[in-house]
């Protein structure tokens, strides 16, 4: 057991790549994550697996997508059949003799889909909090009741809108307890603090409360553009985006220091974000790069960039690859990697360009969105989503037998 490290993954809700700097960017939000991606391993074309939590998360504690249904089906009982269809993330590390711990203040990846199996402590802060209540009805009730809900539950302090600082201490606990222990361990941490409504702390603001507060009541009620004040809102909205990033990185500089150098630490988003750039859409679900194109990287480990693209289904792999103290290069990544969502896209990643198939049709284009004219790229593309549409048919097909015999009972 003394071969195994200690393994910290934290995923950050929301966080878009063209915010960071090991990655690009130019503007200074991410001095820690700089610091810690520059030693270490970074995944220059990580793919999230679908545009939205629900969708991405359940894979990449999985390894595997969800099962497609119709449009009518519960997709939170079929978010619950994937996440019970086999070994968890979690659920790997405790096979590996690991103390587990999660930390989430989502609650689509809450206990109430059964991300808590694996965990010997798990907290999702879902006690009383009125979106709790929601997502078990099922019901929510309408864009104002919605939008009530929200703002209530931020009020509260509770929810998707509970800051880092509220429950660091907890996590700190929980690493003074697990230090005592002669097993490894692997802890997981959700942070929520870079999804919407956008709403820094009071240290981490570059503009007035107010100003972050019209700019998010702005997005909440539909973004419209071509009103007098709509660009000075996107402009708003863009400066508190960027203060949760900042005040998001100063908790990677905290955990980072609070964990020992051997332990693998590892950082990635869920899903981006998309401010306008396309069709006017703005916040998270579709496929546009901004949205599927995440930051993920590996502090404490020998320095390496991994150019090819990466789906975030293949964490499992590399953070278990990690835990026994393996070096992960090039051959983790795979030429094509492929991304969903509920709305009948599905697109082909293959780095420098992107196949896109939607219920009104199919293109090829550049990572940046510029169409290309490439019959190849249109095969490659089509062969790879076709095949995994049929891999799926057939994966659907066993289970609804399984399933059939076991309702049926013993002949």
Same mark, same amino acid.
């Given at each position: 057991m003394t071969d195994m490290h200690d393994v910290v993954l934290v995923t950050i809700d929301s966080f878009r790549t063209d915010r960071c700097g090991f990655l690009g960017s130019d503007a200074g939000l991410t001095p820690a994550m700089d610091r810690l991606a520059a030693d270490g391993l970074v995944f220059e074309n990580a793919v999230a697996p679908a545009g939205a939590t629900s969708g991405s998360s359940s894979t990449f504690f999985t390894g595997r997508y969800p099962i497609e249904r @119709? =449009?009518? &089906?519960?997709?939170?009982?079929? $978010?619950? %059949?994937n996440l019970k269809a086999g070994r968890t993330l979690p659920q790997q590390f405790k096979d590996m003799g690991y103390r587990t711990a999660g930390f989430t203040a989502n609650p689509w990846t809450s206990r109430f889909f059964g991300y808590d199996a694996g965990f010997d402590h798990f907290e999702d802060f879902m006690d009383g909090d009125l979106t709790s209540d929601t997502i078990e009805k099922g019901d929510r009730?309408? =864009?104002?009741?919605?939008?009530?809900? %929200?703002?209530?539950? #931020? #009020?509260?302090?509770?929810? $998707?809108? $509970?800051?880092w600082d509220a429950y660091y201490d907890q996590i700190l606990d929980w690493l003074d307890e697990a230090r /005592?222990?002669? &097993?490894?361990?692997?802890?997981?941490i959700f942070l929520v603090d870079v999804h919407m409504p956008y709403l820094p702390p009071k240290g981490y603001r570059s503009q007035s409360s107010a100003a972050a507060y019209a700019a998010n009541a702005w997005l909440f009620g539909g973004a419209k553009q071509n009103t007098p004040l709509s660009g000075l809102l996107h402009d708003r909205l863009l400066r508190a985006y960027d203060d949760t990033v900042r005040f998001t990185d100063e908790f990677v500089d905290r955990i980072a220091r609070a964990v020992d150098d051997d332990t693998a630490l590892c950082v990635h988003a869920d899903h981006g974000e998309s401010f306008g750039e396309r069709d006017g859409h703005y916040g998270h679900?579709?496929?546009? /790069? &901004? *949205?599927?194109?995440?930051?993920?990287?590996?502090?404490?480990?020998?320095?390496?960039?991994?150019?090819?693209?990466?789906?975030?289904?293949?964490?499992?792999?590399?953070?278990?690859?990690?835990?026994?103290? /393996? =070096?992960?290069?090039? @051959?983790?990544?795979?030429?094509?990697? *492929?991304?969903?969502?509920?709305?009948? #896209? +599905?697109?082909?990643?293959?780095?420098?360009? +992107?196949?896109t198939r939607r219920p009104e049709g199919e293109s090829v284009e550049t990572a940046d969105g510029d169409p290309i004219d490439d019959e190849e790229l249109y095969d490659i593309g089509q062969s790879v989503i076709d095949h995994e549409i049929e891999a799926e048919e057939e994966r659907r097909r066993v289970i609804d037998a399984a399933v059939e015999v076991t309702e049926s009972g013993p002949l």
């Open positions: @119709s =449009t009518a &089906e519960d997709r939170k009982a079929v $978010m619950r %059949q009730g309408g =864009t104002f009741s919605d939008l009530t809900s %929200q703002l209530l539950n #931020w #009020w509260q302090g509770q929810d $998707m809108y $509970m800051s /005592e222990g002669d &097993e490894p361990f692997f802890l997981w679900g579709s496929l546009y /790069e &901004e *949205t599927v194109r995440v930051p993920l990287f590996v502090a404490n480990h020998p320095q390496d960039r991994i150019k090819r693209p990466f789906s975030l289904a293949g964490l499992p792999a590399l953070l278990t690859r990690l835990g026994r103290g /393996e =070096t992960v290069d090039d @051959s983790i990544a795979h030429p094509i990697v *492929t991304s969903r969502n509920n709305d009948g #896209w +599905r697109v082909a990643h293959g780095g420098s360009w +992107r196949y």
